[in-house]
């Protein structure tokens, strides 16, 4: 019943790996405005697409949503919906980017005049939520976290289609 949002989710994870891959490139943004945007898209999808599959599946659909309306989901209206918001209406972005160079260190031996120099440490990249409810979080974890979310929500679902075809 809930095909077309599971093939949303299963682009989110894609795009997910692609983000931890080149979380040091130029092609962090792009790629997690995409991701914010999938990740919104699979409760779309869900309502539009799967619901319109027949009156049940819209019921039960329409019902889950009241029901993840109430129970308020801190990873859904805290992450989700506000990144997503912020990309798309003010291209303003949580995550931040703390790079940490180690280059080599020359040395000279006064004595000598000899010069030698030690090996660089690699850099290192670490991503953290600016500000909001996940200030200082790892957004990737928090990605994890929400597909974590959309896959047991859409499970539910299925579990109450199959319990009311039978």
Known sequence: MTTAARL???????????????????????????????????????????????????GIIDNAWKELKMSNPAIFWNFVEQERNNILKSYEFGPALKITIRPSTAHLNMSTADIYSSSSEPTTFHAFMRSGSF?????????????????????????????HMT
Do not use: N, T
């Open 135 to 163: 200030e200082g979080e790892d957004p990737l974890s928090l990605c994890r976290e929400a597909i974590k979310f959309w896959r047991e929500y859409l499970d539910k679902i299925d579990r109450l289609a199959a319990s």
């Open 8 to 58: 949303v989710l299963s682009d989110c994870e894609r795009v997910l790996a692609c983000i931890q891959e080149d979380m040091a490139s130029e092609l962090w943004r792009p790629r997690w405005a995409g991701l914010m945007a999938l990740l919104r898209a699979v409760g779309h999808v869900l309502k539009k697409a799967d619901g319109a599959q027949s009156p049940a599946a819209r």
